[in-house]
């Protein structure tokens, strides 16, 4: 119950609501996508191709004569499964990590770090060159590489804030109690970082979002029959002069995406920030 209250109590920021109800609606209507979509995304009709805007078809149709809403109904869910399963990927990975440098120190955190400063020199980008040379182009490899560079985000977001929690009396009075460091980590660290790691859990998703739409772009992510925003994109640019709908509807859903998970992630961040509440909400984001 005190859950659902805080988290109703953060529709009284602005960023928070209007980013909230963007996503909502994408990701309702990209999941819907599971079970029914206008026409069928694999439905080629070249003899209604570039067809303009109707009610059989609200966005018309592109090259092949596939349904555009169809196709962006389909292609955000792809581009949302590859960035979620990306961000779990790093959490999953990164947020022990950065408990265990938190925890231990010495020489297992300066590993740490010198790991997350090695990761942080492929970024996700040069990552997917590498994977999709050895295994092939392919949406998993693409959420693959864009896991692996989000581990040393979350080990660091992680670390930082448990380094703060461990010089608390409570965590001293765990360790005289004779709690391992591991056991302290998960019942006294871990539940007062989450919210950090929330915030950051939906930047990163529109990271990914984007990260995605640009791999699949130049050819590294999403491969047909499949679909995403990014190889939408990627199909649209020869014909971007004569049919330019055809690259600003998907190019349109990657930005509203994006602007929705920012600014729910703003809005968490200025509510879970007592210095940000007081100040009023700024947003003091990079």
């Keep these: 119950m005190r859950i659902l209250k805080q988290f109703a109590s953060n529709f009284r ?57 169809s196709m962006l109904m389909a292609g955000a869910l792809t581009s949302l499964r590859v960035a979620v399963l990306a961000v779990g990927i790093g959490m999953v990975v990164g947020v022990p990590l950065g408990l265990l440098a938190a925890g231990h120190g010495g020489w297992l955190e300066r590993l740490i770090l010198r790991f997350n400063d090695f990761v942080f020199a492929f ?7 590498i994977i999709t040379t050895l295994f092939g182009p392919s949406a998993i ?49 871990l539940p007062n970082i989450l919210s950090l790691l929330i915030v950051q859990a939906t930047i990163q998703l529109s990271l990914g979002i984007l990260a995605e739409a640009g791999l699949s772009y130049i050819g590294l992510g999403t491969q047909p029959p499949e679909t995403s925003l990014g190889l939408m994109l990627k199909e649209a640019q020869s014909f971007f ?43 003091v984001a990079g």
């Design 123 to 129: 970024p996700a980008i040069i990552t997917a060159i």
């Design 141 to 189: 490899n693409a959420m693959i590489a864009i896991g692996i560079f989000n581990i040393p985000v979350f080990a660091r977001v992680a670390r930082g804030g448990a380094l703060s929690i461990w010089t608390l009396d409570y965590v001293d009075a765990a360790r005289l109690s004779g709690l391992k460091v591991w056991q302290i980590s998960v019942r006294h660290v």
């Design 13 to 69: 920021h602005p960023s928070f609501a209007i980013g909230f109800v963007l996503s909502a609606v994408l990701i309702v209507l990209a999941l819907i996508s599971l079970v029914w979509t206008p026409h069928p995304t694999d439905n080629v009709n070249i003899a209604e191709r570039f067809a303009s805007p109707s009610g059989q078809h609200i966005l018309g149709t592109d090259f092949f004569g596939r349904d555009i809403f």
């Design 241 to 283: 002069l004569a049919y330019p709908m055809q690259a600003i509807w998907p190019g349109l859903t990657i930005i509203i995406f994006v602007m929705a998970l920012n600014l729910m992630g703003d809005g968490l961040r200025d509510q879970m920030d007592p210095k940000l509440s007081k100040a009023g909400g700024i947003n």
